[in-house]
């Protein structure tokens, strides 16, 4: 799996999608990007934009791998340029049947190839492991609804509730960058938080522990699924420790 990758993934679906060719292309993109997450909302303008850029920056990216291996930019410009003129969110009013050309067979083929010149770079993660993340934020997301909890707390749960949601929509996008980002940015969220969690769990010990407890499974879950797919250790595994221990030296 490589930028290349994901981009045709999302082509894929793009060709399969049966529908009115005079729909806008907002109306097309909202279908095609829609993840599990969504819950079967329909996405809005903004979202969609978002997305949209964060495809164009994966083409980007692509362009750098292949140009790092020593690939003639004749050979992939005018491809990524297309790709990128017809995923830009200025022209989401026109019609789908316009934007289409930017999609044809020829960009099919010079991702095929882009795809086995960079090579794979992660696994994929498997659905069922994506469900098991998902299942894990949605047993936090409950959580903040939960008035016994202290207030502080929620706020914290409510970041890193935000953190691992936006990571997993974007894994089909980006890869693992966003999980390993996440995990990153929970853990340096749990190490300068250290005075608030100890608070609440003085406030309130029993509901404390339940919920850093499901924080810290949510964490582990994660780290082992992005363990499963990396081509190459990083410090995931050494930051989920770090979490693991400021979370248990909490009093209860």
């Given at each position: 799996m490589?930028?290349?990758?994901?981009i045709l993934?999302?082509?894929?679906?793009?060709?399969k999608r049966?529908?009115?060719e005079?729909?806008?292309a907002?109306?097309?993109?909202?279908?095609?990007?829609?993840?599990?997450?969504?819950?079967?909302?329909q996405?809005?303008?903004?979202?969609?934009?978002?997305r949209?850029?964060a495809?164009?920056?994966?083409?980007?990216?692509?362009?750098?791998?292949?140009?790092?291996?020593?690939?003639?930019?004749?050979?992939?410009?005018?491809?990524?340029?297309?790709?990128?003129n017809?995923?830009s969110p200025?022209k989401?009013?026109?019609?789908?049947?316009e934007?289409?050309?930017?999609?044809?067979?020829e960009?099919i083929?010079?991702l095929?190839?882009?795809?086995?010149?960079?090579g794979?770079?992660?696994?994929?993660i498997?659905?069922?492991?994506r469900?098991?993340?998902?299942?894990?934020?949605?047993e936090?997301?409950?959580?903040?609804?939960?008035?016994s909890?202290?207030?502080?707390?929620?706020?914290i749960?409510?970041?890193?509730?935000?953190e691992l949601?936006?990571?997993?929509?974007?894994?089909?996008i980006?890869?693992?960058?966003p999980?390993e980002?996440?995990?990153?940015?929970?853990?340096?969220?749990?190490?300068s938080?250290?005075?608030?969690?100890?608070?609440?769990?003085?406030?309130?010990?029993?509901e404390?522990r339940?919920?850093?407890?499901?924080l810290?499974?949510a964490?582990?879950?994660t780290?082992t699924?992005?363990?499963?797919?990396?081509?190459?250790?990083?410090?995931?595994?050494?930051?989920?420790v770090?979490?693991?221990?400021v979370?248990?030296k909490?009093?209860f």
């Amino acid at each position: 799996m490589n930028p290349a990758s994901r981009i045709l993934n999302i082509t894929t679906a793009i060709s399969k999608r049966k529908a009115n060719e005079n729909e806008t292309a907002m109306k097309w993109w909202a279908d095609v990007l829609a993840q599990p997450a969504d819950k079967g909302e329909q996405l809005k303008e903004t979202e969609i934009s978002r997305r949209l850029v964060a495809i164009i920056d994966q083409v980007d990216q692509l362009s750098i791998l292949l140009r790092e291996r020593g690939v003639p930019e004749v050979l992939y410009h005018n491809a990524h340029l297309k790709i990128k003129n017809g995923l830009s969110p200025a022209k989401m009013s026109q019609r789908w049947i316009e934007i289409k050309p930017h999609f044809g067979p020829e960009i099919i083929t010079a991702l095929r190839w882009a795809e086995w010149a960079v090579g794979s770079l992660e696994d994929t993660i498997s659905n069922e492991d994506r469900q098991d993340i998902q299942a894990k934020i949605t047993e936090l997301e409950a959580l903040l609804g939960d008035d016994s909890l202290p207030a502080a707390l929620r706020q914290i749960l409510r970041r890193q509730v935000t953190e691992l949601r936006s990571a997993l929509e974007d894994y089909v996008i980006y890869g693992i960058g966003p999980l390993e980002k996440a995990i990153k940015t929970i853990t340096a969220d749990i190490v300068s938080e250290q005075e608030a969690l100890t608070s609440s769990a003085n406030e309130n010990p029993e509901e404390t522990r339940k919920a850093l407890d499901k924080l810290k499974s949510a964490m582990a879950t994660t780290v082992t699924v992005i363990d499963k797919v990396a081509k190459t250790a990083g410090n995931i595994g050494k930051l989920w420790v770090i979490s693991k221990e400021v979370l248990d030296k909490i009093p209860f």
